[in-house]
Nanobody
Framework: QLIESGGGLVQAGDSLTLSCAVS????????LGWFRQDPGQEREFVAA????????HYADSVKGRFTISRDNAKNMGYLQMNNLKPEDTALYYC????????????????WGQGTQVTVSS
């Protein structure tokens, strides 16, 4: 089970940190990712981090602004989002993989329910 939290309504330029609590899965052994989806659009990759945190991938649209991290001792994943833009508005999903390292094209095997992020201009 994956449960996201931390979404909300913010203004452009603000920051938010999303959290993902993972239970019932072998959290430490596999990669963790974040995706987002705007209504009427396909879900898109945002970021992924390997099981040990040594390999990280970001979508070009968030590089330099978002930071993915994980705390294996707490079974938690995080997405720090800085300098938010209106185009970052979406439902953000936490995702867990069955691989130790995930590429932007790797398909996750488990999803959370999502947390809404809305950025006003």
């Amino acid at each position: 089970q994956l449960i996201e939290s931390g979404g909300g309504l913010v203004q452009a330029g603000d920051s938010l940190t999303l959290s993902c609590a993972v239970s019932g899965r072998t959290f430490n052994s596999y990669a963790l990712g974040w995706f987002r989806q705007d209504p009427g659009q396909e879900r898109e990759f945002v970021a992924a981090i390997s099981y040990g945190g040594g390999t990280i991938h970001y979508a070009d649209s968030v590089k330099g602004r978002f930071t993915i991290s994980r705390d294996n001792a707490k079974n938690m994943g995080y997405l720090q989002m800085n300098n938010l833009k209106p185009e970052d508005t979406a439902l953000y999903y936490c995702a867990h993989y069955s691989y130790t390292i995930a590429l932007p094209t790797t398909e996750p095997t488990a999803w959370g329910q999502g947390t809404q992020v809305t950025v006003s201009s």
